[in-house]
T-cell receptor, first 111, second 114 residues
Framework: SQQGEEDPQALSIQEGENATMNCSYK?????LQWYRQNSGRGLVHLIL?????REKHSGRLRVTLDTSKKSSSLLITASRAADTASYFC???????????FGTGTSLTVIP | EAGVAQSPRYKIIEKRQSVAFWCNPI?????LYWYQQILGQGPKLLIQ????????DSQLPKDRFSAERLKGVDSTLKIQPAKLEDSAVYLC????????????FGPGTRLLVL
């Protein structure tokens, strides 16, 4: 089965509100990445957080990582309609060469 | 900097036919990945190349799928024969060195098997 599972599966918010999505994974990792996918398009890398980091910021994005709980969260502040997309976490287990994407959170930002 | 290129963008075939997808990664990127993304799911890594060698193909259905990366640049992914369950988007990605780094994705090839 896939390494990461996102929660919630779908999220609908008003423009300007904050959006939080969570990712849980199963085994120890080297790093965790978040990607965005607009409908019918390829994935775009958002942020990478390493296993020895607890929090990272990039613009309106804030990512946390709790390796003891094997979970991560992505916070998008002051959301915009253009943030409407699916968001995936992806993990790189520290054994082997695989790379696992979660099932994704579908975010809709209503103007 | 040009992104990852893929072709074709769309393909419709009948089951038991064969199909091939092409990918040109970002110049200078040593690592190339092929993913399968079924509707409503996250991408699944099929195969990973480092230059022209295979690093991992543990999730590649080798009875029908094959991939190669000649000269360590372009890559092709082939399905022969196709099954209905192969209908998906096939994504190619590349990174500068290894899997622990940022991956840059192409637009994907949407395959429909009838």
């Amino acid at each position: 089965s896939q390494q990461g599972e996102e929660d919630p599966q779908a999220l609908s918010i008003q423009e300007g509100e904050n959006a939080t999505m969570n990712c849980s994974y199963k085994t120890s990792i080297n790093n965790l990445q978040w990607y965005r996918q607009n409908s019918g398009r390829g994935l775009v890398h958002l942020i990478l957080i390493r296993s020895n980091e607890r929090e990272k910021h990039s613009g309106r994005l804030r990512v946390t990582l709790d390796t003891s709980k094997k979970s991560s969260s992505l916070l998008i502040t002051a959301s915009r309609a253009a943030d409407t997309a699916s968001y995936f976490c992806a993990t790189d287990p520290n054994t082997g060469n695989q790379f696992y994407f979660g099932t994704g959170t579908s975010l809709t930002v209503i103007p | 900097e040009a992104g990852v290129a893929q072709s074709p963008r769309y393909k419709i075939i009948e089951k038991r036919q064969s199909v091939a997808f092409w990918c040109n990664p970002i110049s200078g990127h040593a690592t190339l990945y092929w993913y399968q993304q079924i509707l409503g799911q996250g991408p699944k890594l099929l195969i990973q190349f480092q230059n022209n060698g295979v690093v991992d193909d543990s999730q590649l259905p080798k009875d029908r799928f094959s991939a190669e990366r000649l000269k360590g640049v372009d890559s092709t992914l082939k399905i022969q024969p196709a099954k209905l369950e192969d209908s998906a988007v096939y994504l190619c990605a590349s990174s500068f060195q290894r899997i622990q780094e940022t991956q840059y994705f192409g637009p994907g090839t949407r395959l429909l098997v009838l």
